[in-house]
């Protein structure tokens, strides 16, 4: 079924009786936070999923406080989305929100936003463009967006000289870089 979140929807969310609810919250609203609650305060076992169109640590902070049992970047694949709905009903995907109580900041380092300064470190780690997208749970032109802003904010010219940039001011852990064997670990939920 479906309904609209804007109002109140606790008591038709215990008539529908779901097994699972997926509350769409493309800007981040307190409201929709509001709707995590109700619908976990009305039907026990029902799993409240947030598909989020923010999904920074204090989001997910946010999220978690509600009440949701698992938050979705609206990013993900329209493809995957079914896939992810129907193993976390299952309960066979498991990611932990990790300790995201405390509020994180939101810091922009040389005027990048968050999404940036990710694509400039993963950049600088020595991933191409589709293992970045793929990680990222983006398109490849979208990789490309981000780095032409980053390279315009940055005043580089390219990748090599984006990567330098990073590795000299410090924003890359070179410590945590997967090897040559290894795949990067993404965010993305695993299957227990």
Excluded at 138 to 165: D, I, P
Aim: with cysteine; proline share 5%; aromatic share 4%.
């Amino acid at each position: 079924g479906f309904l609209a979140t804007r109002r109140p929807c606790g008591l038709a969310v215990q008539q529908a009786c779901p097994d699972l609810a997926l509350v769409d919250d493309p800007t981040g609203s307190a409201d929709v936070l509001e709707r995590v609650r109700e619908i976990r305060a009305s039907l026990d076992g029902v799993k409240v999923i947030l598909l989020a169109g923010d999904v920074s640590p204090n989001q997910l902070a946010a999220a978690q406080a509600a009440g949701a049992h698992a938050v979705i970047s609206r990013s993900v694949q329209a493809s995957s989305l079914g896939v992810l709905l129907r193993e976390i009903a299952a309960g066979t995907v498991y990611h932990a929100f990790g300790d995201l109580r405390r509020e994180v900041p939101e810091t922009r380092v040389d005027g990048l936003t968050g999404r940036e300064l990710e694509v400039l470190r993963l950049v600088a780690a020595g991933m191409p463009n589709v293992a970045i997208a793929r990680q990222l749970w983006v398109t490849e032109q979208t990789v490309k967006f981000h780095l032409s802003n980053v390279y315009r904010k940055l005043g580089v010219a390219n990748r090599t000289q984006a990567s330098h940039y990073a590795h000299t001011r410090g924003l890359v852990d070179i410590s945590s870089r997967p090897g040559p064997d290894q795949r990067p670990l993404t965010n993305a939920a695993v299957a227990a």
